[in-house]
């Protein structure tokens, strides 16, 4: 029998899709492939990817493979089709097809015209490829991280997740690693897109741009697609039941409301929620992954160890992948230099990078020279953190602030009966899950805790906060509906009823600073326990019936060795002051509230 054409072959096996024939790309790799053309080559000479063409060509094949019966490959195609045409001549009606010369026209110049079209039209469009990763970062210097990538392998190719969750705080590496991932497991999957939703991408958006791809590379894609999200979202899951794609959403923070507790959708975003839901529930054969800062509800809910849907909780970078980090950005210093480093950034990788930066740019590369000057939260890293503290809730703002003040462990009743204003337990336990989805706290044993880089940032905010209060910088553009002295109101400097440990650390870090502070601005202790003596009678005018602003001050007022002999706090509340240095027979404490000082 002689050779057929690639036309001929077209033409033959064109009655076994009847419905919706071959795509455009799908025809191109035939025809290319018969006349042994490799996936390389095919890419070159036709401006493709050639991922991308090797994706068509799979599917390509599975298409084949099911119409004719038998295993169809690259490797075996033509005698594939030589076995179907003698079997149509032993009965079918093929064999009056290919019994007979065929005359086709020669189209292939056309043909190339036609899809050099196509590919220009889909530039213009901005269609995603198979391999749609134009928007992944370069992982190039990728380190660390083996035991993760390790598990999420596991989970996405041996146990089927469909739904998987990376979480973890502002520049721990989800990008990152995600990317790697994406570049390790791609081969496994018919397709694969990234897309980072820090541009704004609306769910029915992002349907569309999945949809409008399917359109012109799946030959069973229906010509239009529903308007009504609900329908829609059930549209896209039976592609991805179909056909096995990965897909990574990377920066899901971004449909988060700010200024809320984790859950609370973006106007325009919500339909997220029902993407997320349906992702979780619903059975199918692919894998969507996002990346974000907070754990979504609708995953919370889903997630399991033995289940489908997955939360990984991204932590730092050991200290060998922090160290090689740092010496690629050729800072020196000791084994024992480098570990501090990696501990104060909590081995967090964007912020290792950029106070290596700053060791370059003002510490001569020497790593000890920074740890000299024991500031860690310097301007990059603090913008980075505040990316994050702002999107928070007032209620977990005070949480956080209360944690950084206690220093130790702290159980969800001792918090009760810290917060002031005071908050119900149940919005207290709501916000402390928030805080935790977030991964900006920890709950262990002894109660809720920080690590050491947010503690550390948060300790700077309260010295901050407590100077401009004490300065009245606070004051200048305070609206009328918030009070005066908000944060010396509300939380306290020190608290003299904590254990010595705990109460070494606020004067450590939180009194010595303020103080020093202060100093600078007002010259001498003098005109300090001035300046806070003013501020007394401010309260008293105002009379402020509880908080610890009162306790605040006599404490400082006694760091500076201030004489309160005939002061007068008569009817205020002097809580967690430390009045056991001083003559209480000379001070007014008349219907003073004592409830948290110690006297003696």
């Known amino acids: 029998m002689p050779e057929m054409t690639p036309d001929e072959v077209l033409v033959l096996l064109t009655p076994l899709f009847p ?13 290319e492939s018969w006349q042994g053309k490799s996936y390389q080559q095919i890419a ?7 991922d991308y063409i090797k994706g068509v060509g799979s599917q390509l094949w599975k298409l084949l493979s099911q119409s004719l019966g038998k295993p169809v490959t690259k490797t075996n195609l ?31 110049s056309c043909e190339k015209k036609r899809i050099a079209e196509r590919v220009e039209l889909q530039k213009i469009r901005d269609y995603p490829n198979a391999y749609h ?3 992944a970062i370069d992982v190039s210097f990728f380190y660390g991280r083996s035991t993760e990538l390790s598990t999420l392998k596991h989970w996405i190719l041996e146990e089927h997740c469909r739904l998987i969750a990376m979480v973890g705080m502002v520049g721990i590496g989800k990008t990152a690693l995600s990317v790697k991932l994406t570049h390790e497991i791609k081969q496994q999957f018919e397709f694969v897109f990234y897309y980072n939703l820090n541009t704004g991408l609306s769910c ?8 409008n ?25 039976e592609y991805l039941q179909h056909h096995k794609c990965l897909i990574i959403l990377d920066g899901f923070e971004a449909v988060f409301q700010d200024g809320m507790l984790t859950g609370h959708y973006r106007n325009g975003y919500e339909d997220y929620r029902k993407l997320l839901q349906q992702l979780g529930e619903i059975n199918h054969q692919s894998c969507i992954v996002i ?32 160290e090689i980090i740092l010496k690629l950005k050729e800072i020196k210093g000791t084994s024992l230099d480098y570990k501090k480093l990696v501990t104060y950034y909590s081995g967090n990788p964007l912020l290792l990078k950029i106070a290596a930066t700053s060791i370059q740019d003002l510490f001569n590369y020497s790593i000890a020279k920074f740890i000299q000057e024991n500031k860690i939260i310097f301007n990059g890293i603090r913008a980075i953190l505040d990316q994050q503290f702002n999107q928070l809730s007032e209620l977990e703002k005070k949480i956080m602030y209360w944690l950084t003040i206690e220093s130790k462990p702290v159980s969800s009743t001792q918090l009760v009966e810290d917060l002031f204003p005071p908050v119900s337990e149940p919005a207290l336990l709501e916000s402390l899950e928030s805080l935790q989805r977030r991964s900006l706290i920890e709950k262990k044993s002894l109660g809720f805790t920080q690590d050491y880089l947010i503690r550390a940032y948060i300790r700077e905010r309260i010295i901050e906060h407590f100077y401009q209060d004490l300065t009245g910088e606070n004051h200048k553009n305070t609206p009328r509906c918030c009070p005066l002295f908000f944060i010396l109101q509300n939380y306290p400097i020190f608290k003299v009823t904590a254990s010595d440990a705990v109460k070494n650390y606020q004067i450590s870090a939180f009194v010595k600073p303020l103080i020093q502070k202060l100093l600078v601005r007002y010259k001498s202790s003098e005109d300090v326990a001035e300046k806070l003596n003013l501020i007394l009678i401010k309260l008293r005018e105002i009379k402020i019936p509880y908080g610890y602003a009162v306790g605040n001050l006599i404490n400082l007022l006694c760091f500076l060795n201030t004489d309160l002999s005939g002061a007068d706090f008569s009817g205020l509340s002097l809580w967690e002051a430390d009045l056991r240095s001083l003559n209480l027979e000379q001070m007014n404490l008349k219907y003073c509230d004592l409830s948290k000082s110690v006297l003696v």
Request: aromatic share 8%; proline share 6%; net charge negative.
């Open 213 to 237: 791809y399917c359109l012109i590379n799946l030959p069973l894609a229906p010509p239009k697609f529903s308007e009504r999200i609900e329908v829609k979202i059930l549209q896209f899951i």
């Open 44 to 50: 070159q000479a036709f401006e493709y990817d050639t």
């Open 78 to 108: 033509h005698s594939a089709i030589n076995c179907y045409v003698y079997q149509s001549k032993q009965g079918s009606t093929q064999s009056e097809i290919v019994s007979k010369p065929l005359t086709v026209p020669d189209c292939s």
């Open 19 to 31: 419905s919706n024939g071959l795509s455009d790309t799908q025809e191109l790799v035939l025809r």
């Open 291 to 322: 990346t974000s800062r907070e754990t979504p509800q609708e995953i919370a809910v889903l997630a399991g160890n033995t289940l489908p849907v997955r939360v990984l909780k991204l932590k730092g970078l050991d200290f060998e992948a922090g």
């Open 133 to 135: 990763l134009t928007a």
């Open 204 to 211: 029915s958006e992002l349907l569309t741009e999945i949809f």
